[in-house]
């Protein structure tokens, strides 16, 4: 089965995004995210129904994820089904090589919605990563006890940032990368609010030298 996965050719982003599901367009990234629904988050669902954490106030169950709901739902358990077709890997690498915002701007995010799903959808992360070194990717996660009980190695080009679970909480206990909320603009280092919500030119999500992150909550 492998070796009829590797004959496929895939030779079009059209191909590749009828695999995948399609990909996320949002206005503060400088690239292109791919995404799943908050709603199948294994660690997130059960954080929702705790007050004071990051998930009760969840961004990805508001705004345009609710308002466009019919259109952007389906979609989002798309791409959650899609993480088992065998030629979801190259898929995504024929995009991190061609679709231009990631090529132009050499950074990818993973899940502006949803979380990885469990080893094998890690796994099939760190191959895209592996095979695409030009590009740093950036995993934002609240997987904690998946990511710390990954036994193979991290692509040095992946940039996972474990997520603190509560508002104005202190950052997770890990050895690479986190991220933290909080309620003050003053003790936020990500200052994409001053911006319009964009980046801008500031690229620290992606960047392994910056430890921690913290947003302002929104």
């Known amino acids: 089965m ?14 590749a995004k009828e695999i995948v599901g399609g990909w996320s367009v949002t206005s503060k990234m400088p690239t292109i995210s791919w995404s799943t629904p908050a709603q199948e ?16 106030d969840c961004y ?33 690498v024929f995009i991190m090589k061609n679709q231009k915002t990631v090529k132009d701007s050499g950074l990818f995010r993973w899940h502006d919605s949803g979380d990885i799903q469990g080893v094998e959808h890690l796994d099939k992360i760190c191959q895209i990563a592996y095979e695409t070194p030009e590009i740093t990717h950036w995993l934002p996660t609240k997987e904690s006890n998946l990511v710390m009980n990954y036994t193979k ?13 509560f508002v104005d909480g202190k950052p997770p206990i890990f050895r690479c990368n986190t991220s933290t909320v909080v309620s003050d603009k003053d003790n ?12 801008g030119d500031c690229r620290q999500c992606w960047d392994s030298s910056v430890k921690n992150v913290s947003y302002f909550q929104h």
């Open 2 to 15: 492998d070796i009829q996965n590797n004959l496929v050719e895939i030779n079009t982003l059209k191909a």
């Open 41 to 56: 988050c294994n660690t997130g669902s059960k954080l929702r129904k705790i007050k004071g954490t990051v998930c009760s």
């Open 60 to 92: 990805a169950m508001k705004g345009n994820y609710v308002r466009y709901k019919k259109n952007i739902l389906p979609a989002l358990y798309k791409r959650l089904e899609s993480i088992a077709n065998p030629l979801w890997v190259k898929a995504m």
């Open 153 to 165: 190695p991290i692509p040095k080009n992946l940039v996972i940032r474990l997520s603190g679970s």
């Open 188 to 199: 936020a280092t990500c200052r994409a609010f001053e911006n319009e919500g964009k980046c």
